[in-house]
């Protein structure tokens, strides 16, 4: 009787650790992904700064502990990611679990391979997890069709930009581990300056990548560039009225970790499983 007790408080407790860490539906959830996400901001804006010179030499006895603090922080978050799931192993290998590890994974790395901690920039990516908050923001109007459009159109708009933003910042890390400080790129913010400007077609050529690698990449940032150009117009001029009239729940299913549920749904359309194991027996 003693050990049924302290299973249903472990599975109870267990199911609240995944209630605020998989979900924005209640307020402790919703303040977890707002500090996650400023912290994840923070770590990337520190990683950037180490990467300059002048301030790394000045500020770096302070960055180091700071990046360090973060990714502890990091690890323990994601520890508790794998402690609150029913199959820790499926969260592991999905997108958001393997990119949770990767961010962590670059400065245990730079004990043994020097310069690898600039590539926990990677880190940006969990700001993904910023469209469960959005999805909260109410619609104005529901007669307002014209409004509800303009509305969604700038929600997805910021979300192009956010997309756009990290992927600069990925390319220009990439090039800036590539090409390095005597080709140009001195910096992991001059090397983002330079991925901005090859990325949106501009090209001044102050900047330009010297080797094969580098150059191949450049390649592939300019075909980026080209297919990018268009997203920001079909955005604005798709339908959105149908979606947004649709409430979505930000309840993530404790066994597959999917999203997008009616605020109703009783179990997971995507597994069958229910989504409030605490509640059956109601």
């Known amino acids: ?146 409004i509800q459009a303009l509305l969604a159109s700038r929600r997805k708009v910021t979300i192009f930009l956010l997309t756009i933003l990290t992927l600069v910042v990925i390319f220009g890390s990439l090039m800036y581990l590539v090409e390095g400080t005597e080709n140009g790129f001195t910096s992991i913010p001059r090397s983002i300056y330079w991925a901005i400007v090859t990325m949106t077609t501009v090209g001044y050529g102050d900047i330009s990548p010297k080797t094969n690698l580098g150059q191949a990449l450049a390649s592939v940032i300019m075909i980026l560039g080209y297919a990018i150009i268009a997203v920001p117009t079909g955005i604005v001029t798709a339908e959105l009225s149908r979606a947004s009239h649709k409430k979505i729940s930000t309840q993530a299913c404790p066994a597959c970790m999917a999203h997008g549920h009616d605020l109703n749904a009783v179990f997971c359309k995507f597994c069958s499983e229910r989504l409030n194991p605490e509640k059956e027996k109601t």
């Open 1 to 146: 009787m003693s050990l049924r007790k302290k299973q249903a408080e472990f599975r109870q407790m267990q199911h609240r650790l995944h209630e605020i860490i998989f979900e924005a539906d209640t307020p402790a959830g919703k303040w977890f992904d707002v500090i996650l996400i400023l912290s994840i901001l923070f770590s990337v804006l520190v990683v950037m700064l180490d990467s300059v010179a002048q301030i790394k030499i000045r500020y770096g006895a302070l960055l180091y502990p700071l990046e360090w603090g973060f990714t502890l922080l990091f690890t323990l978050e994601y520890v508790l990611r794998l402690s609150c799931v029913r199959r820790p192993g499926r969260y592991a290998i999905s997108f958001l679990g393997i990119v949770d590890l990767l961010a962590i994974l670059p400065t245990y790395l730079s004990l043994i391979l020097p310069g690898s901690q600039y590539m926990i920039v990677i880190r940006i990516l969990r700001v993904l997890r910023v469209f469960r908050v959005l999805k909260l923001a109410p619609y104005v109007g529901e007669t307002a069709i014209l």
